[in-house]
């Protein structure tokens, strides 16, 4: 039997890129990716102010977070070296 581990940053940070792939609110990420509130919290902000993720308001008060250019290079990258290393097909974060 395998016992699942905990996702690292990495995992986390590209599950959160391909979520935002096609636009989505904060609570669609945070479900999607199933991750709970203090953690978009930690992760949301930096994303955007490293220029991964954009923002753009569509009504007040809703937001829609979508992975920028720099941000799919990123996912990109992630993706080619999950492939390189040989990760587990049990933990494929690039299907979502």
């Given at each position: 039997m395998r016992?699942?581990?905990r ?7 590209a599950d ?8 989505a609110?904060?609570t669609e990420i945070?479900?999607?990716?199933n991750m709970s ?7 949301l ?10 923002t753009?308001?569509l ?6 977070y979508r992975v920028?250019?720099k941000g799919q290079e990123l ?5 080619s ?15 979502n």
């Amino acid at each position: 039997m395998r016992i699942k581990r905990r996702r690292s940053d990495i995992d986390i940070i590209a599950d959160m890129l391909k979520a935002g792939e096609k636009g989505a609110g904060k609570t669609e990420i945070m479900y999607s990716v199933n991750m709970s509130y203090s953690q978009i919290q930690k992760y949301l902000p930096y994303l955007i102010s490293e220029g991964f993720i954009d923002t753009s308001i569509l009504s007040s008060p809703k937001v829609c977070y979508r992975v920028t250019e720099k941000g799919q290079e990123l996912l990109n990258n992630l993706i080619s070296l999950k492939g390189m290393l040989g990760a587990d097909e049990n933990e494929d974060w690039t299907n979502n």
